[in-house]
């Protein structure tokens, strides 16, 4: 992005400092420099007395990057008032004088419950698509019909998000704010809207979003937030099967499908509602074909990066090499909007059943990267994984405190992740897989499984043994 002289009132400092104390912030501990600060737009909405809540973004660079210095930027939004609010100073951001408003305190506005109310009220104002906003900006707030907001619900900011920051509207709807910002229509907000209109039962109903237009003179919006509906009685599905891999292990002389417990139900039923979200976003999207040799050289590249990082995939390299090659024979493949990046903890179990969630895709890739078509099989490879670690992150926990027990329960979280995967993809495929099907999802899952081997290397070592077993598995074929 464009790198915008910081106006003088604007402490760049306060601002570094700021992003260096958040849990959102991608850059922490690396050596950064605030380039820019962007003041895009007002939230409308202020009542008298209450602050003024003004759309920032900042645009960081670091030193430590690629020739040329790697970029982000990153929405700030503040909550300025003319007097310190010491209710908010875990949010405080900085102080300076504005040439136009005179001394500001400014906080950043999701801690603010005033300044979230400003949000809501734009929200109502909004009762159109096309949305309600600022020529002079390009700000705008826009909404999906079909549900009436209320303007009484109070505010509240979910903690322990890493990447975004989430507020909630009493038992109403939910705000999220995206905090890094890419030019071009974000995945899950246009993803959530097709579903929306689509009728979906299998998402949380998109009820409206906040977006900037052509700030880069791209011909690209840039999408701030999105408002959807509150899942009141939702569960983690991660949290739901490690409650269902607690009850086996506490269960020493007992089958997975004879305990309380037994996810094979909710597996099955998870299967189903994957196949329906599918089938939803093929009927919105475009759809088309891929190369199958294309496909198996990148998983071959892959491949290639990730030995060094891991050296014990070597002893794995000849039998993953052997399954990517299998792919290359498969001719023209069917590719669709998919979620791209799928795993239990992106699904929630709710009294109306099975919800998927958080359509942006895997955070390491490009927008243009998220929101190209792909194979299904691949959302299908991710729950596959995850119905692996679920177990195996239990049974590595009571190892820890217990090792005599771990090799029983090693051979009893195999039990439970095969039972599961089992009844998930039979529901998903409405049967038994084609050849084809079955080296396809073969490969994505390898695949996703090198990919593990990686991120564990690099962030939780001790780990690195569960995807490594799920690479011997598919080698051993």
């Given at each position: 992005?464009?790198?915008?002289?910081?106006?003088?009132?604007?402490?760049?400092?306060?601002?570094?400092?700021?992003?260096?104390?958040?849990?959102?912030?991608?850059?922490?501990?690396?050596?950064?420099?605030?380039?820019?600060?962007?003041?895009?737009?007002?939230?409308?909405?202020?009542?008298?007395?209450?602050?003024?809540?003004?759309?920032?973004?900042?645009?960081?660079?670091?030193?430590?990057?690629?020739?040329?210095?790697?970029?982000?930027?990153?929405?700030?939004p503040l909550s300025c008032y003319t007097h310190p609010e010491h209710r908010l100073d875990h949010a405080f951001i900085g102080w300076w004088e504005d040439p136009d408003h005179g001394w500001v305190h400014a906080y950043d506005a999701l801690h603010d419950r005033e300044a979230m109310a400003c949000w809501l009220r734009s929200f109502i104002a909004s009762r159109t698509e096309d949305g309600v906003g600022d020529p002079a900006t390009g700000l705008s707030f826009?909404?999906?019909?079909?549900?009436?907001?209320?303007?009484?619900?109070?505010?509240?900011?979910?903690?322990?998000?890493?990447?975004n920051s989430s507020v909630?509207?009493?038992?109403?709807?939910?705000?999220?704010?995206?905090?890094?910002?890419?030019?071009?229509?974000?995945?899950?907000?246009?993803?959530?809207?097709?579903?929306?209109?689509?009728?979906?039962?299998?998402?949380?109903?998109?009820?409206?979003?906040?977006?900037?237009?052509?700030?880069?003179?791209?011909?690209?919006?840039?999408?701030?937030?999105?408002?959807?509906?509150?899942?009141?009685?939702?569960?983690?599905?991660?949290?739901?099967?490690?409650?269902?891999?607690?009850?086996?292990?506490a269960e020493g002389d007992l089958h997975a499908h004879e305990v309380g417990g037994d996810f094979a139900g909710e597996a099955t039923r998870l299967g189903q509602s994957l196949a329906t979200v599918h089938e939803a976003m093929r009927e919105g999207f475009p759809t088309g074909t891929t190369d199958a040799r294309a496909l198996a050289a990148t998983m071959g590249a892959r491949l290639d990066d990730a030995l060094p990082v891991v050296p014990e995939l070597a002893a794995h390299e000849a039998a993953l090499r052997e399954v990517f090659a299998a792919v290359a024979d498969l001719g023209e493949l069917h590719v669709q909007r998919v979620h791209g990046d799928l795993h239990l903890g992106q699904t929630l179990r709710t009294t109306e059943g099975w919800k998927i969630v958080d359509f942006e895709g895997e955070p390491a890739k490009s927008l243009e990267e998220r929101t190209l078509p792909d194979s299904r099989w691949r959302d299908v490879a991710g729950m596959l994984r995850s119905f692996d670690y679920a177990p195996h992150v239990v049974e590595r926990t009571r190892a820890e405190t217990d090792p005599e027990v771990s090799a029983q329960l090693a051979v009893r979280a195999d039990e439970w992740a095969h039972r599961n995967r089992n009844h998930f993809l039979t529901a998903y495929a409405g049967g038994d897989l084609t050849e084809s099907q079955r080296v396809l999802l073969t490969a994505y899952t390898a695949d996703k499984a090198v990919y593990e081997c990686v991120y564990e290397t690099r962030n939780r070592p001790t780990w690195v043994s569960i995807p490594l077993a799920a690479v011997a598995r598919i080698g051993e074929r």
């Open positions: 992005m464009s790198q915008p002289a910081i106006p003088a009132h604007l402490d760049a400092g306060a601002f570094e400092t700021y992003l260096g104390r958040t849990r959102w912030f991608g850059g922490k501990g690396r050596p950064l420099q605030v380039r820019g600060v962007r003041r895009v737009g007002t939230v409308p909405g202020a009542l008298d007395g209450g602050p003024r809540v003004v759309l920032h973004l900042v645009d960081v660079a670091y030193s430590d990057g690629p020739v040329g210095g790697e970029q982000e930027t990153y929405q700030v826009h909404r999906l019909p079909g549900h009436e907001l209320d303007p009484e619900t109070a505010a509240s900011l979910f903690t322990g998000e890493q990447s909630r509207f009493g038992e109403d709807a939910v705000l999220k704010v995206f905090r890094k910002v890419t030019p071009g229509a974000n995945p899950d907000i246009e993803i959530h809207a097709a579903l929306t209109r689509a009728g979906s039962d299998q998402v949380a109903a998109l009820y409206g979003w906040v977006q900037l237009d052509d700030p880069e003179g791209t011909g690209e919006p840039l999408h701030l937030a999105m408002l959807q509906e509150f899942l009141r009685t939702a569960t983690d599905g991660f949290d739901l099967a490690l409650s269902s891999v607690r009850n086996l292990f």
